[in-house]
């Protein structure tokens, strides 16, 4: 393999270890282990499993549904058209998230981080239905780590490794996307804004 190559299998590694699908997953696990709240072993796993078959078994059996409807072609969603109907899905199976797994009266801080994550959705999917592509990559991350940097005031925790790991998570995904003319700085920029702030506008309900 020539050293042109390994990039370019690295940078397309990037997008697809840190896919919005994970991402998710990757904050509830952060949480509950790093919580100091006590949260008995058998809920952590049944969070971690029922969030694990809903927000990504579930979004690729959606895939694979609609790629053999002709509605998608590629898990990237590279056109606006591809993006529609995954994340209208999307926005329900969150819905479901916060309805049946991470209810208010459970674990609030999770609940808004959700609540967050649906309205990054709804507003990504008012944008690609007005032909905007926004960076859904930078929208997952934005909301992570915008929900890492809470965590850390909220709990008064030193956890200045995970938001420095985070950070650069942030921009190897943000990089990634521009070398592979997934998109645009604009859409990077604008995918980044859709997925801090409503995590940022939503913290005076649990900060």
């Known amino acids: 393999m020539t050293l042109g190559k390994f990039n370019k299998y690295?940078?397309?590694?990037?997008?697809?270890?840190?896919?919005?699908?994970?991402?998710?997953?990757?904050?509830?696990?952060?949480y509950l282990k790093k919580s100091p709240r006590f949260i008995p072993e058998e809920i952590v796993y049944a969070k971690?499993?029922?969030?694990?078959?809903?927000?990504?078994?579930?979004?690729?059996?959606?895939?694979f549904l609609l790629k053999t409807l002709g509605k998608t072609e590629s898990i990237y969603l590279k056109t606006t058209k591809e993006r529609v109907y995954p994340?209208?899905?999307?926005?329900?199976?969150?819905?479901?998230?916060?309805?049946r797994v991470f209810p208010l009266d459970q674990i609030?801080?999770?609940?808004?981080?959700?609540?967050?994550?649906?309205?990054?959705?709804?507003?990504?999917?008012?944008?690609?239905?007005?032909?905007f592509k926004a960076s859904i990559h930078l929208i997952a991350?934005?909301?992570?780590?915008?929900?890492?940097?809470?965590?850390?005031?909220?709990?008064?925790?030193?956890?200045?490794?995970?938001?420095a790991l985070m950070a650069i998570i942030t921009g190897a995904v943000a990089s990634s996307r521009l070398s592979l003319k997934a998109h645009t700085p604009k859409e990077l920029i604008i995918g980044l804004f859709i997925g801090i702030t409503p995590q940022l506008i939503l913290l005076q309900y649990w900060l």
């Open 48 to 63: 971690l499993i029922s969030l694990s078959i809903l927000s990504i078994a579930l979004p690729i059996l959606v895939y």
């Open 87 to 99: 994340l209208l899905i999307n926005c329900l199976i969150i819905g479901l998230l916060i309805l």
């Open 141 to 163: 991350t934005g909301g992570v780590f915008m929900f890492f940097i809470a965590f850390a005031i909220h709990f008064s925790v030193n956890i200045n490794g995970s938001l």
């Open 10 to 30: 690295i940078i397309k590694s990037l997008s697809f270890v840190f896919h919005p699908v994970i991402m998710p997953l990757l904050a509830v696990h952060f």
């Open 108 to 131: 609030p801080e999770l609940y808004f981080f959700f609540v967050g994550i649906l309205i990054s959705n709804i507003t990504c999917l008012i944008f690609a239905i007005a032909k």
